[in-house]
């Protein structure tokens, strides 16, 4: 019996040829939903998609001829603008990817992850620029409404703390306040009702100022700071309260080559601080805390370390939920308010702990440069 097979057929692939490669570019840059134009090498927007008039409002005849200044947001810096183009304009690199914040034809804020590339010819010179553009409005809404959610999940739990943590004090204060209207009081007892009074006033303060925070975060305000110069502010302002350090020691370690970047100065200030705190307060004026920072793959990053206790494993997975500590005193807030501001900056918070050698957390944030 013959067996006969299927004759095989030849196909010739042929490359697209120039114009046929120039239409399918043209086809998927009008229909992309990604928000897109085209510049020439001065930055006059040549061309628009379809997605730019409906992220923008901005028809095609309102945006041809004019910059992307018009785009232009308040959140948008001269520092950042400048980062910008020394990226786009090096030949080596040729383009710039970050998140960035753009003013709609109606006022809108527009949250986007954007890409700026420098086209150029055989020579190099530059031809244009072409920018990619990915909305994250929907991305934004959803996690604030998450965090909005989680915060109304936690209000039974935080008026409890809240009431304790400040029944307390201000019922020492309030004894304090009558003592010091006996006449008869000596003065050394008016000072030690004094120091009571400023003692647990402060600890009222801060036990609100750490419910504020938590509950009404304030939005970032990124602009370019130096991370080295604000942690060793931050440690030496520390390390100089010796009632608050009680001995400890403090080494301090930067990396020279780690430039200023954009993050919002005050809350990462805060970060320091309540991490910071925590390994000071676990020495009990025994050991050192060790300072650190550093970058790599587009981030920055600072590491407290202590050479304390470390943190045993039953309490780890709870380390950064809300009111839970295990000091005497205390919200539970600080770490909680930490890991919401790095993770508003689209960074992480890193913990590597061994029982008795020791605690390093370590905070890293994107660069958001190209």
Known sequence: ??????????VSIMPPTDLQLMTVLLTGFRRSNDVMFYSDPNGVILDINDAFTTHYGYTREEALGHTPALLRSRHSTDELYKRMWRSILDPKKGYWRGELINKAKDGREVPLILTITAVRDDKNEILGYVSNGIDLSEQKALEERVAHAEALATIGEMAAVVAHEIRNPLGSIVMAAQQLADEGLSREDKDT??????????????????????????????????????????????????????????SLSFDGSLESFPF?????????????????QILGGKGTVTVRSGKGDGAAWFSISDTG????????ADLFKPFRTTKQQGTGLGLAIAERIVKAHGGRVDVETRLGHGT????VLPRIEG
């Open 264 to 280: 919002d100065a005050d809350h990462i200030r805060q970060v320091v601080w309540n991490i910071l705190l925590n390994a000071i």
């Open 193 to 250: 009702v004094t120091r009571v009074l400023r003692t647990e006033s402060k600890r009222l303060n801060e036990a609100l100022s750490n419910f504020l925070s938590y509950a009404r975060p304030r939005p970032l305000n990124r602009g370019d700071n130096d991370l080295n110069a604000l942690l060793k502010e931050i440690s030496e302002m520390a390390f100089v309260n010796d009632e608050l350090t009680g001995g400890a020691r403090l």
């Open 360 to 363: 390093t957390f370590t905070v």
């Open 309 to 316: 206790p470390g943190i045993p494993e039953s309490i780890r």
């Open 1 to 10: 019996m013959e067996h006969f097979s299927k004759p095989r057929i030849k």
